[in-house]
């Protein structure tokens, strides 16, 4: 029924700390995807899920980033050790998981490190 | 791996006046290209994508063409009004979705 949701909508935290961002994919999607938008930037992909088949991780800028997702449906990015380079607007996406087939995202989490 | 450019980076019409933004790409094998339109405070909203089987798809007041042979492709928007303000991204895809920069659109009343 609805689209893709994130929460928190917006996350303030201090540098250093660990964050949790979450995604809700539209019901019946194979596979997720997590980008980053950093302010007046264009879309950096970050990790892709599809099905049971492992991730493609390929763009976590660093290890303090990953990401999981449960039961083919919710996923969670962590960031751990926050900086404030890590500010920006983390992006979910979800599609029914054919190649091509359209993506359709969420509304963002606005994520600020102080 | 793929890299699109986007040009322009910002554009402002009057309204009812046309706008076109292009992009390229560096990946022959790239097959699908969508434009996503975002509002201030939201996610991206897919409004029209082609496939590199075809050359021109319109959608009522929007249209993208396609040009393989030169690896770019553009997004139109005729009769623009104030609505359509707003940063439009297009992307390719090969495995996964690249982006452009994003062009920020400004339509005058």
């Known amino acids: 029924g609805a689209g893709v949701s994130q929460s928190p909508s917006n996350k303030v935290t201090e540098k250093g700390k660990d964050v949790e961002l979450r995604c809700d994919p539209i019901s019946g999607h194979t596979a997720l995807y997590w980008y980053r938008q950093s302010l007046g930037q264009g879309l950096e992909f970050l990790i892709y899920?599809?099905?049971?088949?492992?991730?493609?991780k390929s763009g976590l800028p660093s290890d303090r980033f990953s990401a999981e997702r449960t039961g083919g449906s919710v996923s969670t990015l962590t960031i751990q050790r926050t900086q404030q380079e890590d500010s920006a607007v983390y992006l979910c996406?979800?599609?029914?998981?054919?190649?091509?087939?359209?993506?359709?995202f969420g509304p963002g989490t606005r994520l600020l490190v102080l | 791996g793929e890299n699109v450019e986007q040009h322009p980076s910002t554009l402002s019409v009057q309204e009812g006046d046309s706008a076109v933004i292009k992009c390229t790409y560096s990946?022959?094998?790239?097959?699908?290209f969508p434009w996503y339109k975002q509002e201030l405070g939201k996610g991206p909203q897919l409004i029209i994508d082609?496939?590199?089987?075809?050359g021109e798809k319109k959608d009522q007041r929007i249209a993208v063409t396609l040009n393989k042979t030169a690896k770019h492709f553009s997004l139109h928007i005729t009769e623009t009004q104030p609505e359509d303000s707003a940063v439009y991204f297009c992307?390719?895809?090969?495995?996964?979705?690249?982006f452009g920069q994003g062009t920020e659109l400004s339509v005058k009343p």
């Open positions: 990946d022959s094998a790239s097959n699908y």
């Open positions: 082609i496939r590199s089987n075809v």
């Open positions: 899920f599809q099905g049971n088949s492992a991730p493609d």
């Open positions: 996406a979800s599609s029914l998981g054919q190649v091509g087939e359209t993506q359709y």
């Open positions: 992307a390719a895809m090969r495995g996964k979705l690249i």
